[in-house]
């Protein structure tokens, strides 16, 4: 059979090159660092440099800088670190080159990660398979030139870092873009050069004549279909509500308030809406996203609640939604065709007598102008909120319809070209996401440096190798007969969560609790409790089993 291996390399099974050891969980574990410890490594610490707690070190199993830890067990079985000190948890195992660079063991390793990722073992929680990995074939070069190869990838990766560093600013760059184009537009400034020689006028009495009348039409219908009174108009005066006083308002327009000229400002529903596993959606502050409605994550609930939710929110095509609770001040119009019902952490403001502006009124809102006024309209307690009295009184400039429409023209052309350049941004970063692996590809197929004689030949080293393990497995295990003398006095317990004091309720009810009996037990007012289940339900800290009619707390990943 033909040798594929480079000129002087050989081929052999990880599991010849290196000694191995399983991290486990020693006997004392404190977080806080006391006389002898060491940092405990665990998935985290090796992630994310995050060092929660400190280990003995004589009942611990301990890993040095030149050598692997490689996540055991887990969603991120197989991926590997370098240069970590401490006592490795159970769900780690440490990996020792046997003469060989370790940073070359290292990379290799890197490069085996969705391998190993895809073949594991385990029906729950997959684990490494042992099987997959010791007997993965192991490209073996001369040691000189393995250190070429780490040096290569060193340079490599690092003007890859400085990429990646580069393009990570243009989310950013395209967001403060957008931004400015909004201002802009809101400031008249777009338009600027537009208005020279128009004779323009502020909207906004057409506004408020277009809402009358069709207030005057939902009481006749309610009349006749025996429905109930429309919720009266709010007529109340004009409040100057914290506009930007440096912005000079271009002739002919105008400033209003949301409440005198929306036909309606309302929420979603109040109470925890029934839900299924599909049905219509109920859409939550989560789901509307800037300019758009994301339906990812969305809650179903069956007909009968969906009609039950719409006779008190009807959101309509072209009314807008603000989110209200939690991620405040998130702005989109409703789109067509979209059949849903909302909860109460978004508002609705209802625009179905000037339809025509709903696009711009959106537009108002995300401007910077609009946002400080949210910033400063918000309430903040268990998190922040946007009440609807609030709401009304945020201001936003009218100018004539005709001005509105190129704004909002203008505001798309300029939209669709930050558009344009950010799917280019997310091409290439794809590609660069790539590279690694591709490039990890051919430093160990021998592609990436060159092969020199004056290396000498892996089979001397293979055979050294091989020598070096055999005397290591004769050595005597050496059993530790020490008692540690450290006492902790502080027993880890749990504390409660003050940001998520639901879930810190549940985590001591195994079997879940009715949303009655949480409500109960959490100590909070209705509307606290209300406020703060819908967060930790987006967030994920609680969950509601539709079945069983329970909340049941969700584990942290």
């Not at 290196?18 to 006389?35: D, T």
């Not at 914290?242 to 949301?258: C, D, F, I, Q, R």
């Not at 007969?481 to 006095?489: A, D, E, H, L, W």
């Amino acid at each position: 059979m033909e040798n594929k291996s480079p000129k002087n390399w050989v081929e052999t099974k990880l599991d010849e090159v290196v000694l191995s050891k399983k991290g486990k969980k020693p006997k004392i574990l404190n977080e806080v660092e006391f006389e002898g410890s060491v940092p405990y490594l665990d998935i985290k610490a090796f992630e994310k440099n995050e060092i929660r707690r400190y280990a003995d070190v004589e009942s611990s199993n301990l890993i040095i800088e030149s050598e692997i830890g490689i996540v055991w067990d887990g969603a991120r079985s197989g991926w590997v670190s370098k240069g970590k000190k401490g006592a490795v948890g159970s769900t780690i195992a440490i990996v020792k080159p046997i003469n060989i660079d370790s940073d070359f063991l290292y990379r290799f390793l890197q490069s085996k990660f969705d391998y190993l990722n895809t073949n594991t073992r385990g029906t729950g929680i997959p684990h490494v398979d042992p099987k997959v990995l010791w007997n993965i074939d192991f490209p073996l070069p001369p040691l000189a030139e393995q250190q070429r190869i780490v040096a290569k990838l060193d340079d490599l990766f690092g003007h890859l870092d400085t990429l990646k560093t580069r393009l990570k600013s243009i989310p950013q760059i395209l967001k403060n873009f957008r931004q400015a184009v909004l201002t802009q537009a809101v400031t008249g400034k777009l338009t600027e050069a537009w208005r020279v020689g128009k004779e323009l006028d502020s909207y906004l009495k057409i506004i408020i004549k277009n809402r009358k009348e069709y207030y005057i039409k939902r009481i006749e219908s309610a009349k006749i279909n025996g429905d109930r009174k429309p919720k009266k108009l709010d007529e109340t005066d004009f409040e100057f509500y914290n506009y930007e006083s440096n912005v000079k308002m271009p002739k002919g327009w105008k400033l209003a308030n949301l409440k005198n000229i929306a036909d309606l400002l309302t929420d979603g529903e109040h109470a925890t809406p029934r839900r299924t596993e599909s049905g219509y959606y109920l859409l939550s502050a989560r789901n509307v996203r800037d300019g758009f409605i994301s339906l990812e994550k969305v809650d179903y609930v069956p007909e009968d609640e969906y009609l039950r939710i719409k006779k008190r929110c009807n959101p309509e095509f072209k009314d807008v939604l603000i989110s209200c609770s939690g991620s405040v001040g998130r702005v989109s119009t409703v789109p067509k065709d979209l059949e849903f019902v909302m909860v109460r952490s978004a508002a609705l403001v209802k625009l179905q007598s000037n339809k025509e502006i709903s696009k711009f009124v959106e537009l108002s809102l995300r401007s910077r102008v609009v946002q400080n006024q949210i910033l400063t309209l918000q309430k903040s307690t268990a998190q922040a909120n946007l009440f609807l009295g609030q709401i009304g009184k945020i201001v936003i400039p009218i100018p004539s319809k005709e001005e509105q429409t190129e704004i909002v023209k203008r505001v798309e052309h300029l939209f669709a070209k930050a558009d344009t350049i950010e799917a280019q941004y997310q091409s290439l970063k794809t590609k660069i996401d790539s590279l690694p692996q591709a490039i990890l590809a051919k430093a160990f197929e021998g592609e990436l440096v060159e092969q020199l004689d004056t290396d000498g030949d892996a089979k001397e080293l293979l055979e050294e190798i091989l020598k070096l393990k055999a005397e290591e497995k004769k050595k005597p295990r050496k059993k530790s007969t020490k008692k540690s003398n450290i006492k902790i006095s502080k027993k880890k317990i749990i504390k409660p969560n003050p940001e998520f004091p639901l879930y810190s309720v549940l985590l001591n009810y195994s079997k879940g609790l009715s949303e009655k009996e949480l409500y109960k037990l959490s100590g909070l007012t209705q509307h606290l409790f209300l406020t703060q289940f819908d967060k930790e339900l987006e967030s994920g800290m609680i969950k509601y089993d539709v079945e069983n009619k329970i909340l049941v707390k969700v584990v942290s990943k």
